[in-house]
Nanobody, 127 residues
Framework: QVQLVESGGGLVQAGGSLRVSCAAS????????MGWFRQAPGKEREFVAA??????????YYADSVKGRFTISRDNAKNTVYLEMNSLKPEDTAVYSC??????????????????WGQGTQVTVSS
């Protein structure tokens, strides 16, 4: 069983930056595919970013809407994955949740591919 706890959300002005973190329990964190998703009020959950290990390299993936503005990273020593968000826009306002997949199932952007979810942290971007 893996527990995920997000932190770092808050209120920021448009154009600002914020970093959210997701701390995971478990001894095999480094092998997990980790993803960030978000859900705005009245909207469906959407993929934001993912990071996974493929053989000896680390691969990252981003939704088109955040590419170039957001950066996902991980610190395996701390069992933590981060989402650095820059040039934030009001449309980035949402609850951001991290997710973990014990094995890569060929789709990093499908929430059904993930086994564990955190509770989420609210990010609000004011205009």
């Amino acid at each position: 069983q893996v527990q995920l706890v997000e932190s770092g959300g808050g209120l920021v002005q448009a154009g600002g930056s914020l970093r959210v973190s997701c701390a995971a329990s478990g001894r095999t964190f480094s092998t997990y595919t980790m993803g960030w998703f978000r859900q705005a009020p009245g909207k469906e959950r959407e993929f934001v970013a993912a990071i996974r290990r493929s053989w000896t390299e680390i691969r990252t993936y981003y939704a088109d809407s955040v590419k170039g503005r957001f950066t996902i990273s991980r610190d395996n020593a701390k069992n933590t994955v981060y989402l650095e968000m820059n040039s934030l826009k009001p449309e980035d306002t949402a609850v951001y949740s991290c997710a973990a997949a014990a094995s890569y199932r060929g789709s990093y952007s499908d929430g059904l591919s993930y086994d564990y979810w955190g509770q989420g942290t609210q990010v609000t971007v004011s205009s």
